[in-house]
Nanobody, 125 residues
Framework: QVQLVESGGGSVQTGGSLRLSCATSLNPDSRYCLGWIRQVPGKEREGVALLWTPDHSTYYSNSAKGRFTISLDAAKNTLYLQMNSLKPEDTAVYYC???????????????????WGQGTQVTVS
């Protein structure tokens, strides 16, 4: 059973920074997608930063480009999301998710992610 455990959420003022962490139980030598996907109540989930583990290629949503950075420390089996210049519209529950199917590259479709963490709340005011 794959485990994804997020940490690092919290409350921050507009313009501030937060770093989210996701400890995973995935095999670091395997090929899969990892991502940070957020959800605001009443809205669809949004993949803000996604990564393909074999080459660490990434995808960022338009809302995240230039402000968020996704990274993977393979030695620690931990995924990070560095969020800078935070805005109130970044307020959401942030989920760490993994897609372990035969994806072949970084995938944007939320349905490709078959394992999810419990989520961590980020509030920007």
């Amino acid at each position: 059973q794959v485990q994804l455990v997020e940490s690092g959420g919290g409350s921050v003022q507009t313009g501030g920074s937060l770093r989210l962490s996701c400890a995973t139980s995935l095999n670091p030598d395997s090929r899969y997608c990892l991502g940070w996907i957020r959800q605001v109540p009443g809205k669809e989930r949004e993949g803000v930063a996604l990564l393909w583990t074999p080459d660490h290629s990434t995808y960022y949503s338009n809302s995240a480009k230039g402000r968020f950075t996704i990274s993977l420390d393979a030695a620690k089996n931990t995924l990070y999301l560095q969020m800078n210049s935070l805005k109130p519209e970044d307020t959401a529950v942030y989920y760490c998710a993994a897609g372990t199917g035969p994806l072949g590259r970084v995938r944007r479709a939320i349905y490709e992610y078959n394992y999810w963490g419990q989520g961590t709340q980020v509030t920007v005011s």
